[in-house]
């Protein structure tokens, strides 16, 4: 009888806090430095949010150690939906495979919310590279082994992460150089510091339009509005890459009740029509996914990420 009463007090305590929920301002954790994407796309949320909220939505930035400081921020919160965390597939898929003692587990420690967006990113070459395409570039390492070098905006990062896999699918050996971000990577294969590059569509296609790089193929199932004659990588020869994805969790336990609130205002903030034609310029495709499909890709990216992890032995330097 008394457990029943503990079980009945807590279920009350939990629907009177999703009742009054937001009782203070929503803090957003990013594992990513000011200035980046994964900065900018959660303020363009927040100005939606906050209204929608009916309190201020705050952007907090805690990059470092491969995105594990703000996950770990996020789940050591209290579960009352006033702390998120806004991170891309690596640190939910990836870095379990890659470090050998995580400070946070993606399933046990946090309530999926909603898969924000995808996000293609783009195989590009010095257009001193003689390949025009990926088979020719392709036959090209191959043809001198580790000679050739790619750069990416920094260990652990998704273009570091879907350059092995590229790697590995195509068996390949190419060198990486990790630089400070995605416009020092973007800028360092237009100056020919590297011959190869994979970094998100917004870094790259000014130097693909003013054709200072060559576009050779685009992670995911289709082709990009603003690159439509760039196949993918699957149009080229190489089947197996997937796009980058970005997603809001939450501290595990939190109600049920403002984990679906959440997904809701974070949904309708994607319908805004500036952050929809924000998001098709830059190359991303908004999902806005319910909680239970985000945690159903979670629990099925994890494995198998370990198994390319392991074959490609990914590390994050």
């Known amino acids: 009888m008394k457990s029943f009463l503990v079980v009945l007090a807590l279920t009350s305590a939990l629907a009177v806090q999703a009742q009054t929920y937001p009782s203070k301002p929503v803090r957003i954790v990013t594992v990513s430095a000011p200035g980046s994407i994964l900065d900018i796309a959660p303020r363009q949320l927040a100005d939606?949010?906050?209204?929608?909220?009916?309190?201020?939505?705050?952007?907090?930035?805690?990059?470092?150690?491969?995105?594990?400081?703000?996950?770990?921020?996020?789940?050591?919160?209290?579960?009352?939906?006033?702390?998120?965390?806004?991170?891309?597939f690596v640190q939910l898929a990836v870095n379990p495979s890659m470090f050998d003692r995580l400070t946070?587990?993606?399933?046990?420690?946090?309530?999926?919310?909603?898969?924000?967006?995808?996000?293609?990113?783009?195989?590009?070459?010095?257009?001193?590279?003689?390949?025009?395409?990926?088979?020719?570039?392709?036959?090209?390492?191959?043809?001198?082994?580790?000679?050739?070098?790619?750069?990416?905006?920094?260990n652990g990062q998704p273009p570091h992460v879907l350059t092995e896999l590229f790697k590995h699918l195509a068996r390949i050996d190419v060198q990486h150089v990790p630089y400070k971000g995605a416009a020092a990577s973007a800028l360092a294969i237009v100056a020919g510091e590297v011959a190869v590059n994979m970094e998100s569509a917004s870094a790259v296609i000014p130097h693909i339009k003013s054709g200072r790089l060559k576009a050779l193929a685009i992670t995911g199932d289709k082709r990009m509005a603003t690159l439509p004659q760039t196949p993918t990588f699957g149009e080229?020869?190489?089947?197996?890459?997937?796009?980058?994805?970005?997603?809001?969790?939450?501290?595990?336990?939190?109600?049920?009740?403002?984990?679906?609130?959440?997904?809701?205002?974070?949904?309708?903030?994607?319908?805004?029509?500036?952050?929809?034609?924000?998001?098709?310029?830059a190359g991303r495709n908004i999902v806005a996914s319910s909680p239970?499909?985000?945690?159903?890709?979670?629990?099925?990216?994890?494995?198998?990420?370990?198994e390319v992890v392991k074959a490609a032995g990914i590390r994050p330097g």
């Open 48 to 88: 939606k949010l906050g209204p929608a909220l009916g309190q201020p939505v705050i952007v907090d930035n805690k990059p470092g150690a491969g995105g594990q400081i703000a996950m770990e921020a996020v789940a050591k919160s209290a579960p009352d939906g006033h702390v998120l965390g806004i991170c891309n």
């Open 236 to 281: 080229a020869g190489v089947s197996g890459m997937s796009d980058s994805w970005v997603a809001i969790v939450a501290p595990a336990g939190t109600p049920p009740q403002i984990i679906a609130r959440l997904n809701r205002e974070f949904a309708r903030a994607l319908e805004a029509p500036e952050l929809m034609a924000y998001y098709e310029a």
């Open 104 to 154: 946070y587990d993606p399933v046990k420690d946090f309530s999926p919310v909603i898969l924000l967006y995808t996000a293609p990113l783009v195989l590009t070459v010095h257009p001193g590279v003689p390949a025009n395409t990926l088979a020719e570039l392709v036959a090209l390492v191959k043809a001198q082994p580790g000679k050739v070098f790619y750069g990416s905006s920094g």
């Open 292 to 306: 239970e499909a985000l945690a159903a890709l979670i629990r099925d990216e994890i494995p198998r990420w370990r």
